[in-house]
């Protein structure tokens, strides 16, 4: 009797074993984050700014794990449509928005969108601001604020400012400029910001505010007017900020932060954040950022939900008293 009673425990557990076997060997399989490529979703199109910025990063993560982060170009709707691809994603910390805050903080305050950037995307790290301002082309004349306040109040509607789409931060910059200075300039919205340099070295538009066309200005191509950012840029340091030219609290940040979908594991979170705040020191990506125009403040994502919170109130803000439409 008692051989038959081990027998039989025997039995249960080895059916028990087999049944949890593929239980096991799932979670041996899935091992420690990342054990396979994870894709980095920019919202516009390659060579724009968004682009131009993300690719450091993908590298230096690259570098970091051990596994390819690949750019996924998802551009149009003002960012939305990578966004909501992000969103709808499984939450397995493999599919990663490279996210500007005019997905988070302005394009949801002028239309109806896919998500809700409070609850259906979690904050993982601070990648970068950009460190740039408004450019002219030479031809136009003038070479700072003034005196493009005073042409453009000559001349009202004849200067086109290009931008990487409508409800982006690009647009907001040029509408806050506008309202601070009492100027009309036309703003025209492209699908991404390559789109809208393309056609400033062409002539068809007159100004933009991106750092995708800072290679231009130190070709002598383009005129830079000032820096939107509380310092000045160390590649141009002869060029005062907005602030300095007369012109507080005019600035409009532009930042980026890489953001997952919601339910993503908090363990997969911090090992991101710390990765990022690890790199985001080291003297080779300070330069690499520099190069594009890029400075990246360290934040954890407790920090970076607080910042959010604040820049949509002050972007909101701007959207009512400038009368920001999406049209």
């Not at 557990?13 to 060997?25: H, M, T």
């Not at 984050?33 to 724009?48: D, E, F, H, I, R």
């Not at 200075?181 to 910001?193: C, E, F, N, Q, T």
Request: hydrophobic content about 40%; overall charge positive; glycine content about 8%.
């Amino acid at each position: 009797m008692a051989k038959q009673t081990v027998g039989r425990r025997a039995t249960m557990l080895g059916a028990g074993a087999a049944l949890a076997a593929p239980w096991v060997r799932s979670a041996a399989a899935q091992g420690a984050w990342p054990n396979k490529p994870v894709k980095l979703v920019v919202p516009y199109a390659p060579g724009g700014a968004s682009d131009t910025m993300a690719r450091p990063w993908a590298d230096k993560l690259s570098q970091a794990f051990g596994q390819p982060f690949v750019i996924d170009n998802r551009g149009g709707a003002a960012g939305t449509i990578g966004a909501e691809s992000v969103v709808r994603s499984v939450a397995d910390g493999y599919t990663i928005l490279f996210s500007p805050n005019s997905i988070m903080t302005v394009v949801p305050q002028l239309r109806k969108v896919g998500y809700d950037p409070k609850k259906d995307l979690a904050p993982v790290a601070r990648v970068g601001d950009l460190h740039c301002g408004f450019v002219l082309r030479p031809d136009i004349g003038p070479s700072n604020i003034k005196e493009v306040v005073d042409y453009a109040k000559k001349n009202p509607g004849k200067l086109a400012y290009g931008s990487s789409g409508l409800g982006t931060s690009a647009q907001l910059r040029v509408e806050m400029f506008k309202l601070r200075a009492g100027v009309d300039i036309l703003h025209v919205p492209y699908r991404g910001s390559a789109d809208a340099m393309n056609d400033l070295l062409a002539g068809n538009v007159q100004m933009m505010n991106e750092i995708n066309v800072l290679p231009h200005v130190k070709a002598g191509k383009l005129k830079l007017l000032c820096i939107n950012h509380s310092v000045r840029n160390p590649e141009f340091p002869t060029v005062p900020t907005l602030t300095e030219q007369g012109y507080p609290d005019s600035d409009v940040p532009i930042w980026y932060s890489l953001q997952a979908p919601a339910g993503v594991s908090k363990e997969i979170i911090s090992i991101l954040n710390k990765k990022v705040v690890e790199l985001a020191k080291t003297d080779d990506m300070v330069r690499r950022l520099r190069e594009v125009s890029v400075i990246c403040p360290i934040q954890t994502p407790e920090e970076i939900t607080a910042f959010t919170e604040v820049d949509f109130a002050s972007n909101g803000k701007l959207i009512r008293e400038a009368n920001v439409k999406l049209d």
